[in-house]
Nanobody, 126 residues
């Protein structure tokens, strides 16, 4: 069974950078939409960025375009989220999720995901 483990969360000052990692195990790294979500206290879970592991096609939410970058390392079965120019409103628990999909655009919709990690907390101070 697929397992997802996130790491890299922590505290950072506004304007700083942080890189989150997500390691996938239990299934092939191929044929997956890998998606980063975030959830702040009292707010709905929102999609941040996605990447398809077969072609590395990416998609971003408008609020992170130009600031965040999603990438993957096939040799390490890992997906990363590089977050630059962090703002206090970026504070949230960040989750890695996966949808088993052979092709197509990876949507930033929680309901499409098959598996979830436990999340990693990111705090941005002003």
């Amino acid at each position: 069974e697929m397992q997802l483990v996130e790491s890299g969360g922590g505290s950072v000052q506004a304007g700083g950078s942080l890189r989150l990692s997500c390691v996938l195990s239990g299934v092939s790294f191929s044929n997956n939409c890998m998606v980063w979500f975030r959830e702040a206290p009292g707010k709905e879970r929102q999609g941040v960025a996605s990447i398809h592991t077969n072609n590395e096609r990416t998609f971003y939410a408008n609020f992170v375009k130009g600031r965040f970058t999603i990438s993957q390392d096939n040799a390490k079965n890992s997906v990363y989220l590089q977050m630059n120019s962090r703002q206090p409103e970026d504070s949230a628990t960040y989750y890695c999720a996966a949808e088993r999909r052979e092709a197509g655009l990876c949507a930033l919709l929680p309901g499409y995901m098959d598996h979830w990690g436990k999340g990693t907390l990111v705090t941005v101070s002003s």
